[in-house]
């Protein structure tokens, strides 16, 4: 498999765009997209409270190989984030302190990685949002080739290059950068909808009578 780079011709969102979609939870994003284009639950933070957001950059690597993301590491932007997918395999780790260090030095958002990543404690250490299938001692191989800025799925999830990704404690979800502003304004309306049913609660309504659901039957 040869090393491979598709151009990243993409539009880049403006600060204030990516400033109004801090804070909405991937949860409510999901929700929104009629419950899809979130990631397995496998894929977690390192650690608990990290939030991520950022648009995507992808890697393709093969099982246990990450020569490929090394090569990404230079071709993405500040704020981005790099997304990996490996594969799912989770004995063999793609990512480490060493490449968190790079991925800093470059001002990169994060990291997705569907598969395993080492060095954990050095990751949460310095705070980098780290998101990842498994973590596992063993390193990898490089050499064998990926594809960098390609369309992937990474823990079933559909990603291509500006893609807006969102993290937090219950994972990863990506909002097309075609349905970002329409996501926007509906995550918004959502989270509205939210706080009126949570007043309501307060209030003393059950959270049946709310949505609708009938008394069940005595037997």
Same mark, same amino acid.
């Given at each position: ?6 151009? !990243?011709? /993409? ?5 204030? #765009?990516?400033?109004? +979609? ?9 929700? &929104? =997209?009629?419950?899809?284009? /979130? =990631?397995?639950?496998a ?6 409270? #990290?939030?991520?957001? @950022? ?6 690597? =093969?099982? $246990?190989?990450? $020569?490929?993301?090394?090569? !990404?590491?230079? *071709? ?11 594969? %799912? ?5 793609? +990512? %480490? @302190?060493? =490449? ?15 598969g ?14 780290? *998101? ?9 191989h490089k @050499?064998?080739? @990926? ?5 992937i799925? &990474?823990? %079933? ?9 969102? %993290?937090?404690?219950?994972?990863? &979800?990506?909002?097309?950068?075609? +349905?970002?502003d ?13 706080? !009126? ?23």
């Amino acid at each position: 498999m040869t090393l491979q780079r598709h151009k !990243a011709d /993409f539009e880049t969102l403006p600060p204030a #765009t990516l400033k109004a +979609w801090a804070g909405i939870p991937p949860a409510i994003v999901s929700d &929104c =997209m009629n419950r899809t284009h /979130f =990631m397995a639950a496998a894929i977690k933070p390192l650690r608990p409270g #990290t939030r991520l957001l @950022g648009q995507a950059r992808t890697v393709t690597s =093969m099982v $246990g190989d990450n $020569g490929a993301s090394h090569a !990404a590491i230079p *071709f993405v932007g500040a704020g981005e984030v790099l997304v990996i997918d490996a594969g %799912g395999y989770e004995d063999v780790a793609v +990512w %480490g @302190g060493i =490449m968190t260090r790079a991925a800093m030095k470059r001002g990169i958002a994060g990291v997705v990685v569907d598969g395993a990543v080492r060095d954990v404690e050095e990751i949460r250490d310095l705070g980098f949002p780290c *998101f990842a299938r498994a973590h596992v001692p063993a390193g990898p191989h490089k @050499g064998h080739g @990926g594809i960098i800025d390609g369309v992937i799925s &990474c823990a %079933g999830c559909p990603v291509k290059p500006g893609d807006l990704v969102i %993290g937090d404690d219950d994972g990863v &979800c990506v909002v097309p950068l075609e +349905w970002t502003d329409a996501m926007l304004a509906a995550s918004k309306e959502k989270m509205k909808q939210e706080e !009126a049913i949570l007043k309501q609660i307060a209030a003393g309504k059950t959270t049946a009578e709310l949505l609708g659901i009938d008394t069940p039957e005595m037997i």
